[in-house]
């Protein structure tokens, strides 16, 4: 009666849990932090995974899982289309290359995300070319870095929004023709940029927000005809940018704030 009665409570002690980490995942608004609030059973991993949007990563050395536990559970998320998350943390090149190369289930992963991530950016290279989505936001990239990920020829949403690009790295992703969503605020692109960007002929989400590329740069992405959401915002457009950008009639949400329209 003593076994059973201890099974039962176990039982029951996890049920709770199971309930307890369900309510912290509707406080996390779609994110799920894996695994510092998960445990060992994969039942754990499915209820916190299958929920959220987005798989937070926290590496290794910060918990008592092994790798091959953490690739178990990332397998559920890469199976369900989730956005594999790096926010905020530090890379080592064996994690990097063991993530993203290799055979199997690993090398089909199609949504990552990283913001104000440290890592060997000569590893971008690695990155599969399964990916779909891809964010990079505040991870001190540049021109060189974007010559890595020309080969993600299946990417339809880029976030590079605050790094250090410039026209030269606007060029390179001019490559990746899929692109239906970019986004390069704060990447100092210039007008030279935007008349690169303007090859994306497929874009129909695009944010450039304080990149600098004046009437002229407005000019070029006039030309980008499917677009329905654009923010321009805090580029010195003018009001000959304006007029050009008058053109766009697909738009239903524009931005063109802090540009000096009508000597404003």
């Given at each position: 009666m003593i076994s059973i009665h201890f099974k039962f409570m176990k039982n029951l002690s996890r049920l709770m849990y199971s309930v307890v980490l369900a309510s912290q995942l509707v406080c996390l608004s779609s994110y799920a932090t894996f695994p510092e609030v998960v445990g060992d059973d994969p039942s754990i991993f499915e209820l916190v995974i299958v929920p959220a949007k987005f798989l937070h990563y926290s590496s290794t050395h910060q918990n008592r899982f092994s790798l091959d536990q953490i690739k178990?559970?990332?397998s559920i998320a890469v199976e369900k289309g989730k956005i594999f998350d790096f926010s905020q943390e530090t890379?080592?090149?064996?994690?990097?290359?063991?993530?993203f190369t290799g055979d199997g289930l690993y090398s089909k992963i199609t949504k990552l995300s990283f913001s104000q991530v440290s890592f060997n950016h000569e590893l971008l290279s690695h990155l599969p070319v399964s990916l779909a989505?891809?964010?990079?936001?505040?991870?001190?990239?540049?021109?060189?870095?974007?010559q890595r990920l020309t080969h993600l020829t299946?990417?339809?949403?880029?976030d590079l929004s605050g790094n250090e690009i410039g026209a030269a790295g606007a060029a390179s992703i001019a490559a990746l023709t899929q692109l239906t969503s970019l986004d390069l605020s704060?990447?100092?692109?210039?007008?030279?940029?935007?008349?690169?960007?303007?090859?994306?002929?497929?874009?129909?989400?695009l944010h450039l927000s304080r990149n600098e590329i004046g009437a002229a740069g407005a000019a070029s992405i006039a030309a980008l005809t499917q677009l329905t959401s654009l923010d321009l915002s805090g580029n010195n457009i003018g009001d000959a940018g304006a007029a050009s950008i008058a053109a766009l009639t697909q738009l239903t949400s524009l931005d063109?704030?802090?540009?000096?329209?009508g000597g404003a």
């Open positions: 178990n559970a990332i890379i080592s090149d064996e994690e990097f290359i063991d993530f989505y891809l964010r990079f936001r505040l991870c001190d990239l540049n021109a060189e870095d974007l299946n990417l339809i949403t880029l704060r990447n100092e692109i210039g007008a030279a940029g935007a008349a690169s960007i303007a090859a994306l002929t497929q874009l129909t989400s063109l704030s802090q540009n000096k329209i």
